[in-house]
């Protein structure tokens, strides 16, 4: 759990692991310079699977997450935030999950939006996954738990694409094992004016823009800026399926794309084709 400046949710984020069903865990927090009385809180709880680190100066998130999975010491790393809640049975379902398929390197699960009735349909199937990586990050990114292994058997760490360093860590990480989201609800995700992707938006989008044509790239496409718009629009469910114009152009991206990936195989064809078709109608993911 890194945090920064989340005092006034620590607390209950914190309890929500403690109180775990699942109780066979170190929980890891990294206090990335906060100045708002974070690291204090911290420090009230007195719980030996507990062991805070401190930075003297913000580092950022990156650094503090891959200082994370450096020092952990466990088979399993959940990921968790200072600002969100995890669900009672949360790490006893992934746990289990992740025991019985060893072939799952990366385990997330559905979150509830706090203050809405909305709940995430992250999909679920490693190819469904990969594909709608081209459009969209498709994990919540502290209801996951990784297999260490496959981040040390591959020297996988997260990069500075900051503020969608997450968004691009499953594309590396789905060419060496399988991703997986579980339908369940395992952790309760606040929307606050002072989180990453409220403060830093524009920052955000201009990262997860590079990861995008990255992808695009393994199709061995550079898209021009009016064919990336028209991603975003798939991407966006903005396909104006009653504009002749519009629905000519975003028909030939999606023809586009289908035969990048027939000449480099990058993704299975019949799921990649069902995802660029979903796109076209309004879709509840």
């Known amino acids: ?130 594909c709608w990586q081209l459009f969209h990050c ?39 094992t399988e991703l997986v989201n579980l339908p369940d609800l395992l952790v309760h995700y606040r929307l606050h004016a002072g989180q990453v992707s409220t403060l830093h938006r524009i920052q955000q989008d201009q990262y997860a823009e590079a990861i995008r044509r990255n992808q695009l790239r393994r199709l061995g496409i550079e898209p021009t800026d009016e064919e990336y718009q028209i991603h975003m629009d798939f991407a966006l469910y903005k396909i104006r399926v009653h504009d002749p114009v519009h629905y000519s152009q975003a028909l030939a991206w999606a023809h586009k794309i289908l035969e990048g990936n027939v000449r480099y195989q990058i993704y299975d064809h019949a799921t990649l084709n069902m995802v660029l078709s979903k796109c076209f109608s309004v879709s509840d993911y």
Not at 82 to 96: I, K, T
């Open 1 to 130: 759990m890194p945090v920064y400046n989340v005092a006034p949710y620590i607390e209950e984020s914190i309890n929500s692991i403690l109180q775990q069903s699942y109780t066979d865990f170190e929980f890891i927090i990294i206090d990335d310079g906060s100045t708002d009385g974070t690291l204090e809180k911290i420090y009230s709880f007195q719980d030996s699977r507990i062991k805070v680190i401190a930075h003297q100066t913000n580092m950022g998130l990156v650094a503090s997450l891959n200082e994370g999975i450096s020092i952990s010491s466990g088979k399993y790393i959940a990921r968790m935030d200072g600002d969100d809640y995890s669900l009672p049975r949360r790490l006893e379902r992934q746990v289990s999950f992740m025991e019985v398929h060893p072939h799952v390197g990366v385990c997330g699960g559905q979150a509830l939006y706090l203050g809405t009735n909305q709940i995430t349909t992250k999909p679920f199937a490693h190819e469904d996954i990969k």
């Open 138 to 176: 498709t994990f919540v990114h502290p209801s996951v738990i990784i297999r260490k292994s496959v981040l040390e058997t591959h020297g996988i760490r997260y990069l500075p694409y900051i503020h969608a360093e997450d968004y691009e860590i499953w594309n590396r990480l789905a060419e060496v």
